[in-house]
């Protein structure tokens, strides 16, 4: 679905939302979904007119499964240059273990089994990638981050999120690493100058 000049959320993917942006060189992926995702996000990059081998980067808002479970068919497939805050890389790595959720969380990640990522760039607050500006967010996870387009097209991850009506939803402090940060950080975000918020679970929002 298009939302905006060169912005698209790939249909088709539960649990999480994944965003397609147009950047100078090619294409800038936002978050992968859960494991199982990589071909259906491959065939809405064709459907949209480009390739696989557009993509440059793959940006992921922070390290929970259903955001980054595709992440590693797609670099194979794309080439695409992986990248997340640098708090959240060693968990992509698989060099530290998720900080967070009880035991029900850590048996579903083991279920899924999800393959380590190396990432390629590790990002901090004030960062740009592919045009985009990083905002540093912690407190869902420790290296929770948001991107921002001049225009004010903000993808948020799970530090602001958005309802099935097109509103703004505030996240769920129980499934926060740090509910005090993840309050102040998702105010944060509301006070960016922002036209189209696009977050990781919920419709996007037009404001
Ligand atoms: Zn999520």
């Known amino acids: 679905m298009r939302l905006a000049e060169g912005v698209y959320k790939v249909d088709g993917v539960r649990a999480a939302n994944v965003y397609l942006v147009a950047i100078d060189d090619g294409l800038l992926l936002v978050d992968t979904g859960m494991p199982g995702n990589a071909k259906r996000i491959v065939a809405f990059t064709e459907s949209i007119g480009r390739q696989a081998a557009d993509l440059r980067y793959i940006v992921l808002t922070h390290c929970d499964i259903d955001h980054t479970g595709s992440v590693a068919r797609l670099k194979e497939l794309t080439g695409a240059k992986v990248a997340i805050h640098e708090l959240d890389g060693p968990i992509l ?33 004030g960062d740009t990638i592919g045009g985009l500006r990083v905002v540093h967010v912690p407190g869902h996870t420790a290296g929770s981050l948001v991107l921002c387009r001049e225009d004010g097209v903000v993808f948020s991850g799970d530090a602001l999120l958005g309802d099935k009506h097109g509103q703004v939803r505030w996240p769920n402090p129980r499934l926060a690493l740090d509910r005090v940060q993840a309050q102040a950080s998702a105010e944060r975000i509301k006070a960016l100058p922002i036209k189209l918020l696009c977050p990781g679970h919920g419709a996007p929002v037009h404001i």
């Open 93 to 125: 790595a698989g060099e530290q273990r998720p900080q967070k959720g009880g035991p029900a969380m850590v048996a579903f990640s083991r279920l899924l089994r999800p393959r380590p990522v190396a990432p390629d760039l590790l990002l901090k607050d």
